[in-house]
């Protein structure tokens, strides 16, 4: 290995919010079990969005390229467009979904410097 190559490490998450659940028991489960991994997965969710520039990637390709569930990459999207229910606007937006779509499923993109300010 070289000296000066370093693996990304995921900052600890901010108790930013409650992951989403519905009142039952073994979604509770599941949100509690993820709660830990939520910023990781969302920040791989958005870092792998950027490489893809302007082609961006659909929920399917993300799931493809990330080895993720549709279950944990969908919110991840939600999150990264800053209109996740249960986020309450805590999460700025750093993606939009477009009108495009490839295989019938919607495609993200990134936003720019623009759009974001």
């Known amino acids: 290995m070289r000296g000066h190559h370093r ?3 995921a900052p600890e998450p901010l108790p930013l919010f409650e992951p989403p659940a519905q009142p039952v028991d073994t979604s ?3 949100a509690a079990k993820i709660t830990q991994h939520t910023a990781r ?4 969710v958005y870092l792998y969005l950027k490489t893809q520039g302007v082609r961006g990637a659909t ?3 993300l ?3 990330l080895g993720l569930s549709g279950s944990t990459v969908r919110p991840r999207l939600r999150e990264l467009q800053g209109d996740a229910p249960w986020a309450k606007g805590r999460l700025p937006a750093r993606i939009r979904m477009t009108a495009e779509k490839r ?3 919607h495609v993200y993109r ?3 410097k623009s ?3």
């Open 7 to 9: 693996h990304y490490v």
């Open 28 to 30: 509770l489960a599941a």
């Open 41 to 44: 997965l969302r920040e791989a």
């Open 59 to 61: 929920a399917g390709e």
């Open 63 to 65: 799931e493809i390229a």
């Open 103 to 105: 295989g019938k499923m």
């Open 110 to 112: 990134c936003l720019t």
């Open 115 to 117: 759009e974001m300010g």
